[in-house]
């Protein structure tokens, strides 16, 4: 199995910055795509930022410029550094990865347990 564990939520006010962890463990053979999501209260689970291994970034339109993911691949580690928060970014926070347990196993999408953000105005 493959365990996500996320940390570095918390309460912040808005325009402070917090930086969010995840950590991949288990038996990992490959990582391809790790990233983050965001749930607020009432809404539908969004994509914030995904790096890639080899192909790059994606970021949702509304955290350019604000947010940076990171990657540590030695570590298996994925890193958001989140600035200029605002208190619509209030919201949980789930770490996902795309992994391979096995060379010859298959791609499985696994998810973090959820770290709770939360802007005040």
């Known amino acids: 199995q493959v365990q996500l564990v996320e940390s570095g939520g918390g309460l912040v006010q808005a325009g402070g910055s917090l930086r969010l962890s995840c950590a991949a463990s288990?038996?990992?053979?490959?990582?391809?795509?790790m990233g983050w999501y965001r749930q607020a209260p009432g809404k539908q689970r969004e994509l914030v930022a995904v790096m890639f291994t080899t192909d790059g970034t994606n970021y949702a339109d509304s955290i350019k410029g604000r947010f940076t993911i990171s990657r540590d691949n030695a570590k298996n580690t994925v890193y958001l550094q989140m600035n200029s928060l605002k208190s619509e970014d209030t919201a949980v926070y789930y770490c996902?990865?795309?992994?391979?347990?096995?060379?010859?196993?298959?791609?499985?999408?696994?998810w973090g347990q959820g770290t709770q953000v939360t802007v005040s105005s």
């Open positions: 288990g038996t990992i053979y490959s990582i391809n795509a």
């Open positions: 996902n990865a795309d992994a391979k347990r096995t060379a010859g196993g298959m791609w499985t999408n696994y």
